[in-house]
């Protein structure tokens, strides 16, 4: 956990991101990975780089919710198609609506923790669900880390390494 607070610190300083303050009026009422749980007790969401290309703006705790809810009204048919499907335990993590890219961090047992590509039109597709970072930890430095720049996000430039799918 050291590490997620060190990095929460040094984010903290660069002028280009900002940190929300916390909120602990709002609770969160799910299981969810210490890590996430130390951001929410340390921050309360964070914009990376937003006049950046690929700047991202990670979450609030009002903002984490079912990754579905967030993009697909309730009255959309889609609802028939996901009912009790597993991606209706993935949570909204991080998202830039502009470029249509959201991550969503993953609460079953099986893959707790890890984070994956829900870019809109491919969210929740098998094969097209790529894992992006083992915990939101990771997740989180690598974001930091690219800065928000370059030619594409972190996990589709090279030296990334492809961790798998989420259906894998």
Known sequence: ?????????????????KILEPN????IDKKIPNDLDL????????????NEPYGIKVITKEEFISTNKYLYPEDDVIWEELEGDITNEWFLIAKSPELAQYISIDLTDQNF????D???STHGEE????????????LLWNLYNSRGKGKSWYWNESPFE???DAFD
């Open 118 to 120: 829900s870019y809109l």
């Open 162 to 164: 492809k961790i798998g």
């Open 1 to 17: 956990m050291e590490n997620l607070k060190e990095l929460i610190e040094l984010i903290s300083k660069d002028s280009n991101c």
């Open 113 to 116: 923790g890890k984070c994956y």
């Open 127 to 138: 094969g097209m669900s790529e894992i992006i970072a083992n915990n939101f930890t990771e």
């Open 39 to 50: 951001f929410f007790k340390l921050t309360n969401g964070i914009n990376l780089f937003e």
């Open 24 to 27: 602990n009026e709002t609770v």
